[in-house]
């Protein structure tokens, strides 16, 4: 009786975790599926890529805007109601692009659907820190950037399945199915016991920590040292002027998410038939290169879920963006020879593989997971606003400039310069960024408060 008793609270764990995390099927589903329709889209309306780029990017301004009033939402209505509502918007917003009869609609609708984005991606790694035990939280967090490459991964086959046909309707609108199941299985989360402490419902608090944690000592420690941090009086957009150490964690959140983005990642999502096409492919080899990213970006992304706790966060770091600036320094080399031959057109993907590996174990999930940690509670909304913000800001220059880029300085220098930035962001994380594995999140606001340098709030 005793094990049956004891397995409730893990079955319930788990379904907390896989459904907080599912919310990042839906951001990769709508980064993965544009990709294959953007040239059946430009093919029917007959625009310019400059207007696909707009296209592509529209989106990521939307998020930006749903991130911009995600942190406002999470703290007035929770992050569960807050969820639902992403949920819902992400439905409407993919049946409307479904239904776009012109470029114009197509545009509202994709920013329709950033918005439902934007604000999922504030409100679900906010959710997993919060619900999460620390020495297992970097793996939680990981999972959310899993169900985003399987997302993506879904998305890509969905289109090679649809491309047979150009049926870039079907592709945009078939995402709708999985918005709708995430909508209904929202609906049972707990809310998060961190929100409720500071909206004074210690006891709710305490209820939900009991179906999440293994004994009450852990669960009344937990509950005491939210408390305690509730004591500092300071808030949101008042803290970030009164306190300069807040400041410095908001500028590191701002900057790891300008990081994450420049390493160059949404420029294969989103160009990745493009790209091949470049390398020399056909429509259909295309699709299916693409497929294979997918398949990669997955897979790899198991690395960081097995090591970000147990050897920590910033060794995988290095070692992701050596791998990435080298994947991306061969592809633009390959490029530069003109046409390739079919051995070097295989060798050409493979790196670009190569990195696509790197950044799946590295910046992926952990930029995510580092932005929610180093963030103190009363600002811990603000904060993560703020960097999630910037990521989309910096993911929709990314997306409007891409083929812009290609068209300009040409496609081998447009890889170089992706594969140099990566080396200044090991640069970057060896001086700034702090080793937070296993560390609670109250011990590294205190470190950040006494106003330890940022790359040892951790230690």
Not at 369 to 394: H, M
Request: with cysteine; net charge positive; charged share 10%.
């Amino acid at each position: 009786m005793n094990a049956t008793v004891a397995a409730l609270p893990s079955r319930k764990t788990t379904f907390t975790y896989l459904l907080a995390a599912l919310a990042g099927l839906m951001f990769g589903l709508d980064i993965g599926v544009i990709s294959g329709a953007e040239q059946f889209i430009q093919t029917e309306f007959h625009i310019s890529d400059n207007y696909i780029e707009w296209i592509v990017s529209i989106m990521m301004w939307g998020a930006a805007t749903g991130a911009a009033g995600a942190g406002w939402l999470s703290s007035s209505l929770g992050r569960r109601r807050t969820l639902i509502i992403s949920a819902s918007l992400f439905v409407i917003g993919s049946v409307l692009c479904a239904f776009a009869w012109s470029p114009a609609f197509l545009l509202v609708a994709r920013f329709l659907l950033g918005i439902a984005i934007g604000v999922a991606a504030f409100t679900a790694p906010l959710y997993l820190a919060e619900v999460a035990p620390q020495e297992t939280r970097g793996a939680m967090i990981s999972m959310y950037q899993l169900m985003i490459t399987i997302g993506i991964l879904g998305a890509f086959l969905s289109n090679l399945w649809f491309s047979q046909h150009g049926e870039w309707r079907w592709m945009l609108g078939v995402i709708a199915i999985p918005g709708a199941l995430f909508l209904v299985g929202v609906l049972r989360l707990p809310e998060s016991p961190r929100w409720l402490v500071m909206r004074g419902r210690s006891e709710e608090a305490r209820d939900v920590l009991n179906h999440l944690r293994s004994d009450d000592a852990t669960v009344e420690r937990e509950v005491n040292d939210i408390q305690e941090q509730l004591k500092i009086p300071q808030r949101g957009w008042h803290m970030f002027l009164q306190n300069r150490n807040f400041r410095r964690s908001v500028g590191l959140g701002v900057l790891l998410q300008v990081v994450q983005q420049l390493t160059g990642i949404n420029v294969i999502m989103y160009y990745a038939p493009r790209i091949f096409m470049h390398v020399g492919f056909g429509v259909n080899a295309q699709m299916w290169a693409t497929v294979i990213v997918g398949v990669t970006n997955v897979l790899a992304t198991f690395i960081a879920i097995a090591f970000v706790d147990r050897i920590g966060r910033k060794p995988i770091l290095y070692a992701g963006f050596l791998v990435m600036a080298a994947g991306l320094g061969a592809v633009g080399t390959m490029m530069n020879m003109g046409t390739l031959t079919q051995g070097q057109q295989i060798f050409t993907v493979s790196m670009l593989l190569v990195f696509i590996v790197g950044f799946a174990m590295s910046a992926g999930p952990l930029v995510w997971a580092i932005c929610s940690e180093i963030q103190p509670l009363k600002g811990r909304d603000f904060g993560i606003g703020v960097s999630t913000l910037t990521n989309w800001v910096a993911n929709a220059i990314v997306g409007l400039t891409f083929l812009s880029l290609l068209n300009g300085i040409g496609a081998a220098q447009t890889f170089w310069l992706y594969g140099g930035l990566n080396i200044l962001f090991l640069l970057f994380t060896i001086w700034f960024v702090p080793e937070t594995k296993g560390v609670s999140l109250e011990q590294i606001e205190r470190n950040l408060m006494a106003g330890k340098s940022l790359r040892r709030i951790g230690s």
